[in-house]
């Protein structure tokens, strides 16, 4: 097949002046670099496209492809997930990973949490905050847990994420709202350990193909997997794959929530415990990152044997299945 890869390359974006927080979603060349040889090896003719600037110039030069191998994040907006499938669905051209309504979904937390939530999935209670009005009616057991409502790479999370009171409420909401310009999730704060559960294959043939256990250094941010635990996590956060029961239950959980969500292909569901050692939904990742390397997708497959150009062919292969069906 010929297969064309739309993408957001993080260089780009800081060359017109954004900052590299903003930018924190978006591609390295390498990662570009090792999805593209990933497609090759399997045996497939590739033609870089970029981001959906890029994609409707190629389009409007008649350009087409088999298949679009998309793993674009975009820039503005809560929808911006959406944009690149959108437009393939427009050009009728099949793509990889999920589609539209899928993308923007799962980006809003809210309505991610109660798509979960009525297939009886577990999740914190939660509310969302649109200005700060609306702290009266939060009506939620401390300690809390505040976020913004549609980014990723936790972006907007740091150790005053966790909340004991409402004074420490309004002034999270008010920094979150004045910094990211969108809403607010606050939901009850899960204590226990936290874990990452890796999907590949879409619908009854979805697969939970590994979970990590993230665990947090002494010199990591604390109460959570902030935006720096990430970015530096060699240094912060120690990841382990998670055996026997709790394995199985992640699992389950993983997979109700993204059957529930629609979600194809290949991604993650990010989980947390409650006190009691129950496992709870956080949030889904339908377009989770693809360095071969440092992303959480690839390092859960490198754990359980799975080699990176195995998974991108096996994303290939799930999304083909559409193709022929």
Not at 49 to 71: C, E, P, T
Not at 80 to 88: D, S
Request: glycine share 8%; hydrophobic share 40%.
């Amino acid at each position: 097949m010929k297969i064309g890869l739309t993408y957001d390359l993080r260089s780009e974006w800081l060359k017109q002046g954004y900052s590299e927080l903003e930018t924190a979603e978006l591609d390295r060349e390498e990662t570009v670099q090792g999805v593209e040889l990933a497609i090759q090896a399997a045996g497939h003719a590739t033609e870089r496209i970029g981001n959906y600037r890029q994609l409707f110039q190629a389009l409007s030069a008649g350009k087409r492809w088999d298949l679009v191998f998309n793993f674009c994040e975009g820039m503005f907006g809560l929808a911006r997930e959406a944009l690149v499938p959108a437009i393939l669905d427009a050009y009728r051209i099949p793509y990889t990973f999920s589609d539209p309504a899928v993308l923007a979904v799962s980006l809003q937390k809210a309505l991610t949490k109660r798509v979960v939530r009525d297939a009886g999935v577990p999740t914190p209670d939660f509310h969302v905050v649109e200005s700060l009005p609306d702290l009266t009616s939060v009506k939620l057991r401390y300690p809390l847990f505040a976020k913004p409502l549609a980014e990723g790479t936790g972006k907007g999370i740091t150790p005053n994420s966790k909340i004991t009171s409402p004074a420490e409420l309004e002034r999270m909401c008010t920094e979150l709202l004045k910094t990211y310009r969108q809403p607010v999730l606050v939901e009850e704060y899960l204590p226990g350990r936290e874990f990452t559960t890796g999907i590949v294959g879409t619908g009854p043939k979805a697969e939970a193909i590994g979970t990590m256990e993230v665990i947090l250094l002494e010199t990591a941010d604390a109460n959570a997997y902030t935006y720096l635990n990430k970015e530096y996590c060699d240094d912060r956060v120690r990841y382990e794959l998670a055996t026997g029961s709790v394995r199985e239950e992640c699992a389950r959980v993983a997979l109700g929530a993204w059957r529930a969500l629609g979600a194809r292909d290949a991604g993650r569901v990010d989980l947390r415990m409650d006190a009691a050692g129950r496992v709870s939904f956080i949030e889904a990742n339908p377009l989770a990152g693809l360095h071969p390397i440092h992303s959480d997708l690839p390092i859960i497959c490198g754990m359980v044997g799975l080699s990176f150009h195995e998974l991108i062919r096996r994303i290939i292969e799930s999304a083909r299945s559409r193709i022929e069906s």
